[in-house]
């Protein structure tokens, strides 16, 4: 294991590197686009009869457990790092419309995606029953909160646009980790769930988590407040992130969201009481680092895993099938939504472009698609989810600053003459 953790690493370093050197491409799209571009060419040299290579990154990729390091390894450290630099006091004053595009956003993707998908893939000769549609709505519906963020950053878009996406994208992973368990046993079983065991469920996960989360931050933050030390403040937080997602796992809680709210109690807390301690700089530089080296690192992961993906010509067309019915659904559940309450959201004319534009998909979809059972339908969603997920970095998240450029009516400044 130690071994594949060297190789993704360099592997990463040098994409960033041609990256930052050559393409200039935010880091993440960079990163990626770099690792698939690596895995087709050996895809065509495997179909030219070079195939050691390609056999090396098979593999690789098959001794990397991507559900399992993402979901229970660096979830929860990005979750934390990525809440940690959200300022709480201004997203206090947009609390209700998170929220509603976290909770009710979700539920109506995951619907509006499951019945499109129901429709349309028989016309490609690839039926799939509406329980297995609803199942892929739930794990695509959720927007990236590592994806947005690393992206969001370099756009130019408002301070309140950019925290509604990213509050939303931080929140709405829970949410849909909790639809997709539910609609695990309605695909795989047909077990429908009664409206006490969606309750319970929501009760036990989301409200498990946000509490689990609140307790986490006090706790930190009583720690950290009372000493001085670099080094402790990283253990302490490190410990914190690391032990508090394994005890959410253990409470069958909201890991996701647990971590999220600590991170903003961290953040909220630091930012009112330890000013006057000169570590709490270096601390949050820490978190940055860590947050950029491993989102690095997924996004190189997500580019490899192209390898294990089935893109037959029928699963292509499921592939833009998915694309199609994901956009559709993003722009019914957030983008009309926003754009015909502007007195709810408060937020500019043309945001609901950049909110509907802006919903990428990233690695927590992978890491959900990739947890199910090896069913006969598990390759179709994979190859779906991995077409949503490689449009959305590469397609919507390269061209997202033009997008809020013209949404808000801003033209790029002209390049100095030289």
Not at 405 to 415: C, V, Y
């Amino acid at each position: 294991m130690l071994e594949v953790a060297i190789a993704c690493l360099i592997i990463t370093a040098v994409a960033a590197w041609i990256n930052a050197r050559f393409i200039h491409l935010p880091n993440t799209i960079g990163v990626m686009a770099i690792a698939m571009l690596l895995s087709l060419s050996l895809l065509v040299a495997n179909h030219f009869g070079y195939g050691d290579w390609y056999r090396h990154e098979r593999r690789l990729m098959e001794s990397v457990d991507f559900s399992n390091v993402l979901m229970n390894g660096m979830l929860s450290i990005l979750l934390f790092a990525g809440a940690l630099h959200v300022d709480v006091s201004l997203l206090g004053k947009y609390r209700i419309q998170v929220a509603t595009l976290a909770l009710l956003g979700t539920a109506i993707s995951t619907l509006i995606i499951g019945f499109i998908l129901y429709w349309l893939l028989p016309l490609v000769g690839l039926p799939l029953s509406l329980g297995y549609c609803l199942l892929f709505g739930a794990l695509i519906s959720p927007t990236d909160p590592i994806a947005v963020t690393g992206i969001l950053e370099s756009t130019g878009a408002p301070e309140n646009v950019s925290l509604v996406v990213s509050g939303e994208s931080l929140f709405n992973d829970g949410v849909g980790v909790v639809l997709f368990t539910l609609l695990v046993g309605v695909a795989m079983h047909d077990q429908v769930p009664t409206t006490r065991d969606v309750v319970s469920l929501f009760v036990t996960e989301v409200g498990g988590g946000l509490l689990l989360g609140a307790v986490l931050g006090v706790v930190m933050y009583l720690m950290l407040r009372g000493v001085d030390d670099y080094s402790v403040k990283v253990l302490v937080t490190l410990a914190g992130v690391l032990g508090g997602y394994e005890l959410a796992q253990l409470m069958h809680v909201s890991g996701p969201l647990a971590m999220v709210v600590a991170g903003l109690g961290v953040g909220y807390q630091g930012r009112r009481f330890l000013k006057k301690y000169p570590t709490r700089h270096s601390l949050i530089l820490f978190w940055k680092l860590l947050d950029e080296i491993l989102n690095a690192v997924l996004f190189v992961l997500l580019g490899l895993e192209i390898v294990m993906v089935d893109f037959s010509n029928s699963y292509l067309l499921a592939g833009v099938v998915a694309i199609i019915a994901t956009l559709a659904a993003r722009l019914l559940s957030v983008g009309f939504p926003v754009a015909s309450l502007r007195r709810f959201f408060k937020l500019p004319a043309g945001a609901w472009r950049i909110l509907n534009w802006g919903g990428l998909r990233g690695g927590i979809s992978v890491a959900l698609v990739l947890s199910l059972p090896m069913t006969p339908q598990h390759d179709l969603l994979l190859a779906m989810t991995y077409a949503v997920v490689v449009f959305s970095i590469l397609v919507q998240g390269s061209t997202i600053g033009p997008v809020t450029r013209r949404a808000l009516g801003k033209t790029p400044a002209p390049e100095p003459v030289k």
